[in-house]
Structure formats: structure tokens, C-alpha cells
T-cell receptor, first 116, second 112 residues
């Protein structure tokens, strides 16, 4: 158990809909990272927040947005969903905000999103 | 090829044998990390090697880094059935932009 929690575990929805994925980082971690893992794209970094502020942006679509709240939990919002958005979405956390290279990341169990 | 490509894509060995998987990348990097992922689960950090290091050990794991060849290898010695998983290398792109790139992964199967 990494200490990172994600809800829900599974989510099934229809095209065009909007969903929110939630992540609670490990106690004491200030950074939250979001990743998307699909069969055709592999594991893609989406975005990083550090202590409430956006720190780095990866291959995140404009239809997707995220935020980190004062209690450090984070939400990833996915809107106008398409079939191709079906994937595993992972959240990870780390102590510092110095970027991937300098912080070991602890991954949550993931949310499996299925868009029908 | 993509930044962070693992080779082979899949590997099947007997318990007790050593498993070696390789990662190649394209840009200069600050660090390289290896992660393990059990089927459908989150990734688990295994080891980080910095660009000025050539070799690092952690238990049964040995990682090497050759920055001149832009490649890294992960060796798992005396493999166990519990080592069955996918293994990913991950790198930054050296630019300091915090963009993190994972490889395509090697699926390792250890047969009991």
C-alpha cells in the first residue's frame, strides 16, 4: 500500500459526459501527479501540482483539467469524453516539487475509466 | 523510436534465472528511474540512477547507465515468480521542464 488513495476504482460512462477523479496523496506529500495509461499510448504524464499550484504540464488535453485543494487532495476533471479516453488514470505523490527526477513518486491504485 | 523504449517487449524465464531488460532514450537526461507494475496496478518505484552514476544496486536489482549510448539496463538476479510484472524506465528530457516520459515497458514472466 503506497498511501495514495484514488476514487473511484472503476467508472463507466458514456461519450460526451464529464467525470471527476479524486486523489489523496500520502500524508506529508505536497506534489500530486496525474498519469494516463492506455494500451496504445502507454503511460503518459498529464500534469503535476505542488502545494496547490500547477508545476508542470504534459500531454494533457484541453478537455481535461485538474486542481489541487488546500488539503492537498487533487481532482482530475475529464469532459466531453470520447471513446479514446478509456484508460487507467493514475495519481502519484511525492514529498517535494522539484520534478520527477528528484523525487520518488508513490502511485495510487488507479481509476479505470471506460467510455461507452 | 520513442524516448524510453524498453527491450525486449516481453521476457519469459524460469525461476532462479537472471532477467535483463534494457532501456534506450533519445535526449540528454538528469536521471533515469525504473518502475515495476503488477497487472492493472499502480507503479512501484524501484531505483533511481543519476546521470553522473554508472551503476547502482538495490537488493537483487542492478541498474547500469551509459549516457554515451543513451541506454540503461535493469538486471534482476535469482528471479522469483513474484517478480512477474511489467518494468518501465522513466526519464526527464533534460530540459528542466519536469516533463516525465515513461518507456513502453518490458513484460516479464517468471515461471515457477
Amino acid at each position: 500500500d503506497s498511501g495514495v488513495t484514488q476514487t473511484p476504482k472503476h467508472l463507466i460512462t458514456a461519450t460526451g459526459q464529464r467525470v471527476t477523479l479524486r486523489c489523496s496523496p500520502r500524508s506529508g506529500d505536497l506534489s500530486v501527479y496525474w498519469y494516463q495509461q492506455s494500451l496504445d499510448q502507454g503511460l503518459q504524464f498529464l500534469i503535476q501540482y505542488y502545494n496547490g499550484e500547477e508545476r508542470a504540464k504534459g500531454n494533457i488535453l484541453e478537455r481535461f483539467s485538474a486542481q489541487q485543494f488546500p488539503d492537498l487532495h487533487s481532482e482530475l476533471n475529464l469532459s466531453s469524453l470520447e471513446l479514446g479516453d478509456s484508460a487507467l488514470y493514475f495519481c502519484a505523490s511525492s514529498v517535494g516539487g522539484g520534478g520527477f527526477s528528484y523525487n520518488e513518486q508513490f502511485f495510487g491504485p488507479g481509476t479505470r475509466l471506460t467510455v461507452l | 523510436s520513442q524516448q524510453g523504449e524498453e527491450d525486449p517487449q516481453a521476457l519469459s524465464i524460469q525461476e532462479g534465472e537472471n532477467a535483463t531488460m534494457n532501456c534506450s532514450y533519445k535526449t540528454s537526461i538528469n536521471n533515469l528511474q525504473w518502475y515495476r507494475q503488477n497487472s492493472g496496478r499502480g507503479l512501484v518505484h524501484l531505483i533511481l540512477i543519476r546521470s553522473n552514476e554508472r551503476e547502482k544496486h538495490s537488493g537483487r536489482l542492478r541498474v547500469t547507465l551509459d549516457t554515451s549510448k543513451k541506454s540503461s539496463s535493469l538486471l534482476i538476479t535469482a528471479s522469483r515468480a513474484a517478480d512477474t510484472a511489467s518494468y518501465f524506465c522513466a526519464t526527464d528530457d533534460g530540459s528542466g521542464t519536469y516533463k516525465y516520459i515513461f518507456g513502453t515497458g518490458t513484460r516479464l514472466k517468471v515461471l515457477a
